[in-house]
């Protein structure tokens, strides 16, 4: 029997899509150039037995499972192999329980994250992690790449707040890992080793996260800066004086005019860098600590700094800071950098990503986590002009190769998926990548699991 | 060659012990009533490479390796099995770098975790994970057991502080893990796995540990309570109120008495059940907090209690809490238990133990990390009592079921080790245990890992 007609008889049947033109748009994420195919179909179930039954019936046919969420990833994770089946998650999409006392919330795979965070401070709670992608992403993509945000300089990643899940293995059983309590040792820490194994060692069907009191009231504290070395520094400085930001974020003049020529904001005429602080410390400590970061910034060259103590003007200026991604793309095709480097490194490797730029006449924008040294590196090309791809995708190799010299990783949350698995064999020793192979084969013995990402077997 | 000649020539011959009234007393570690036999050897190396060379003596002879620190685990995990190669750490016990603005430091794991936390406090940092036996357990035992400590209640365990390691491998390969830059997700998240996996997956011989900020000054909130459940109350109390303690510990009667016995403190006079509460929110806003916690005290029914402003008297009762443990040693052979439950069910879990102990005429103490609902109920017995010891064996089974009943864990920090092998496999399904061999097979292909703890291949 074929696959797509086992399927149809292992799940109900308006759960399997066949129809090319459906198919066709599960069949990538958001990953600039990255390769896919056309899977045999796009299984949509609802519940974890029936995530059970798909994978069951794939086990059975040898086909590979592509798992994927909203499809937001920018690695190309969730592309479709050839003659894959595509298990879409975005249906189960319920928030099973928020627990108050304990502070935690079960939720199912496909709760977009900016819902989760809205059904939690409803209950006076806070689920941290925030990636740019929030008011679209899934809380199962989150976890599969260990996603992380704006807030995870204070407030750590995805990792940081999982404390359990429900997975279907790659035997075809379904079970829990992990705990609900707020401690436990009990067996080595197979949850954590799911949460960013990008759907290579289980399908996740239900998470328990942990969640915070909601945070405290921020203060914004912006910075213009003429250059991105500048910036750089006012973002080592901040460290060095013992701040711990809630945020603290780099647009750079390219971000700036492509978001002014969409909203007209009027950013990009005052500076070429700006610097986004926020500080949620309670109370005069507080307000210490915001003209503390102030300082940092005036020092390293600030044209104008300020602490906003305006709602709305903090929320423009972030909100800036959302739409540089979205305000790339209307431009032309985006590659999409997420490397990572020491703190003390980032003026230095701003200033090779520059040079990079000009080396391969590529236009790069940034946007960066700058706290935490994770850049984001936008390479813009025009559509259908070949050679200006083939200078970006060398520009694209040369930024791994500065952030791997500069003590980096080539990824801080977006994951490896596809576009990144050079970049894996770059950084890890092969001695590592062979234990990744050896755990890969004990708990995916027959190679279902969104074969040939990360890394090759 | 036999294993012991082969060892003399793989490292400098001073750090081969085998002297049978040395290797005696690196047999087992400080669990009561766990078994352990005889090590052919005690081998006490210097540098990974002199671990990689004795790892690789033992892959070759099939000699078991048991990779020990201080010894002061309390779940037999660090216990010599018959023939076994014992590797001693403790004498790697070098700070190898603390970088301020980084915010980590790179240790060798014998490295002590008081050593540790003030080197770090001289460069005005914090490393937070502070278990009761911070002053001897090092920083490799404090990962291999995931350590919690008294303020993870609000920073977390020693899993959340590891960032990387480098360790032996199975194959007898020394490699890195993890990174040093503040986010990744370059590949599986293997040195996570490391951590907590009791010596069964690889030898650590460096760790990579995030830093925070030194913490802010901490009010100390003190209250009395007449029975173990009104202390209970308050606890599930202050999480309902929605406060992050800093730090919240239970002491009972029997403990406070043991501690009166050595120290003279005078505490068990005025109180059944003392609660330690910490705030450290900097400012008024942490003033408040501490009243509203002294609130939860009162009325849960506290019969004293006092927000202290005497530093001298907080250190007081926080140093009466660090005596519990050693104070019910001084009474006789002490059975600990490690079980963590729900928050909510503290006052239910404190209830049946005390039924308990009632039940099998087993004088049972209790410290708690109670906000964390980690509950350490210690089993007194008298010296070469062989009835004492089969009842006092029999109540811990049954603290063990009752915290599975209450939706708990076997073992909350301590680890599984030998003592809680029967609950891992009562707490664990069977599917997830054969994926922890599956993985144990992955890693350690040979088996020579402290073979028999935790679980049964």
Known sequence: MPIVEQ????????????????VASYQH????????????????????????????????????????????GLSGGANATEGCVVLALDAMNSIKEIDQLERYAVVEPGVVNDDLRAACAEQGLWYPPDPASSPWSTIGGNVATNAGGLCCVKYGVTRDYVMGMQIVTGTGELVRLGRRTAKGVAGYDLAGLMVGSEGTLGVITEVTVKLRPLQDPQRTIAGYFDSIVDAGRAVAAVAAAGLTPSA???????????????KNMGLSIEANVVLLGRIDTPGLVGDQEAEKMLSCFD????TWSAVSTDQEEAD??????????PAMERLGPVLTEDVCVPKRHVPEMLSRI????????????NIAHAGDGNLHPLLITSHDDEQARTRAQAAFADIIDAALELDGTVT??????????????????????????????????????????????
């Open 7 to 22: 399927l149809l008889k292992s799940v109900p049947a308006d759960q399997v899509v066949v129809d090319p033109d459906i």
């Open 29 to 72: 994420d958001e990953a600039e150039w990255a390769p896919y195919a056309t899977p045999v179909a796009v299984v949509r179930p609802r519940t974890a037995e029936q995530v059970q039954a798909i994978v069951r019936a794939c086990l059975e046919h040898g086909a590979a499972v592509v798992t994927r969420g909203a499809g937001t």
């Open 248 to 262: 603290l974020e780099l647009i750079d003049k390219q971000c700036l005019i492509a978001v002014d020529a969409w």
């Open 299 to 302: 020092e390293a060259g600030a």
């Open 316 to 325: 423009a200026l972030f909100a800036a800071r959302r739409l540089a991604y």
């Open 354 to 365: 520059e040079q990079i730029g000009i080396r391969y006449d590529t236009t790069i924008a």
């Open 412 to 457: 801080g949350e977006h994951g490896v998926g596809l576009l990144k698995m050079h970049g894996l064999v770059q950084e890890l020793d092969p001695v590592v990548l062979d234990m990744h192979r050896s755990v890969k084969r004990s708990l995916d013995p027959h190679g279902i699991f969104n074969p040939g990402k990360v890394f090759e077997m």
